[in-house]
């Protein structure tokens, strides 16, 4: 029997709409409009797309948007200029400074992300951030991992006392995931390119997330029957075709419910860009709704 197909438009609408309630309560209540800055620097393809679709859905949502477009030879000293003004600015309650970033500033990425104010770091990279995801503190979270998260809940499926493997150890999902799966109290095993016996782990799963960038590389004999697979991967194969880390025509005739490549975890990022640019409003203008 197949497994149920976790449709990430479908959750991703449920969280637009409570994110939109949100922002016209701020707006009439408060007379707060929640702003989002992208900053994008050079002309990357894949960048542009994921600018413009940010753009899109913040107006969708009622959200102030502004893209700063900066060209491919900016200087670090510049950019980082740019980043003060907008922490200064009132008017700006998230940024985010689209990656990659080109290659003669990309070694001083950390820094330049840290100068983001926390208060204002949408993305949920800042070490102040990270450390209070760390200590149970929640407050702005790294989109996609929390995109995971939120997909569980809406789907009603259980995560507390569940043991979970996440496979990737990255700062942008597999940390913060595992964070978040230890905070809703399952038993979390973190795998990496280091781990022995991995496909013995990985069976061991209730909730099997896998972000490691590889295309197809969890197969059904990896999965625990009625496992929950949870789809991070984006890789292109030849031209055009999309997949995920899991090769989901085979994975799918075992587990219970998975998220399908495309139209699964990454449609939630964005929604949940919106509702931490909503959160970081709430923050800093000391505020709940």
Known sequence: MSAQLLDGKFFASQIKEETRKKVEILKQQYDITPGLTVVIVGENPASQIYVANKHKTSLEMGVHSQVIRLPEQVSKEELLTVIDGLNQDPAVHGILVQLPLPEHIKPYESEILEAIQPAKDVDGFHPVNVGKLATGQEELVPCTPHGCIRLLELAGLPIKGKRAVVLGRS????????????????????????????????????????????????????????????DVGINRVGDKKIVGDVDFDAVKEIASAITPVPGGVGVLTIAMLLYNTVKAAQIQHKVQV
Do not use: W, Y
Not at 194 to 207: F, K, N, S, V, Y
């Open 171 to 230: 700062n942008i999902v597999g940390k913060p995931m595992f964070h978040l799966l230890l905070a809703r109290h399952a038993t979390v095993t973190v795998c990496h390119s280091c781990t022995q016996d991995l496909a013995a782990i990985t069976r061991e799963a209730d909730i099997l997330v896998a972000a490691i960038g590889k295309p197809k590389f969890v197969t059904s004999d990896m999965v625990k029957p009625g496992a929950v697979v949870i």
